[in-house]
C-alpha cells in the first residue's frame, strides 16, 4: 500500500501560479502510476494528470493540456502539480493517487488516494 500527503494548496488569485507536492510512502513506486484528480463543489472528480514513476511520460485529459504540469521527484518520492493561469473553475479539493495499473487510474479507480489538499482561485 501506498501512502500519499499532499501540501501546497492555498487561495490564490485568478491569473496566477500555484504548485502542489504529493509525498509517497510506503512501498517502491518503480512500476507505478501516479496522478493529480481534482474535485469541484457539487461535481464529480476529474482526471488533472498522470505520469509513470519510473519513464517520466506524462499524460493529460485534452481539458487540461495546457496550464497543468505534472511532474515527479524520483529521490525525494513526490510527485508535483504545476498549475498557472488559474482561474475561478479551477477551484477544487486536488487528490494526489497511485496504482500500479495505468488503466485503473485513468479510469478513476487508483488503489491509492492521498487526503486532498483545497485550492481556491478568486476573482
Known amino acids: 500500500q501506498v501512502q500519499l500527503v499532499e501540501s501546497g494548496g492555498g487561495l490564490v488569485q485568478a491569473g496566477g501560479s500555484l504548485r502542489l507536492s504529493c509525498a509517497a510512502s510506503?512501498?517502491?513506486?518503480?512500476?507505478?502510476?501516479v496522478g493529480w484528480f481534482r474535485q469541484a463543489p457539487g461535481k464529480e472528480r476529474e482526471l488533472v494528470a498522470t505520469i509513470s514513476w519510473s519513464a517520466g511520460l506524462p499524460y493529460y485529459p485534452a481539458s487540461m493540456k495546457d496550464r497543468f504540469t505534472i511532474s515527479r521527484d524520483i529521490a525525494k518520492g513526490t510527485m508535483y502539480l504545476q498549475m498557472s493561469s488559474l482561474k475561478p473553475e479551477d477551484t477544487a479539493v486536488y487528490y494526489c493517487?497511485?496504482?500500479?495499473?495505468?488503466?485503473?487510474?485513468?479510469?478513476?479507480?487508483?488503489?491509492?488516494w492521498g487526503q486532498g489538499t483545497q485550492v481556491t482561485v478568486s476573482s
Open positions: 510506503g512501498r517502491r513506486l518503480v512500476d507505478y502510476t
Open positions: 493517487a497511485a496504482d500500479s495499473f495505468p488503466a485503473r487510474i485513468r479510469s478513476g479507480s487508483p488503489a491509492s
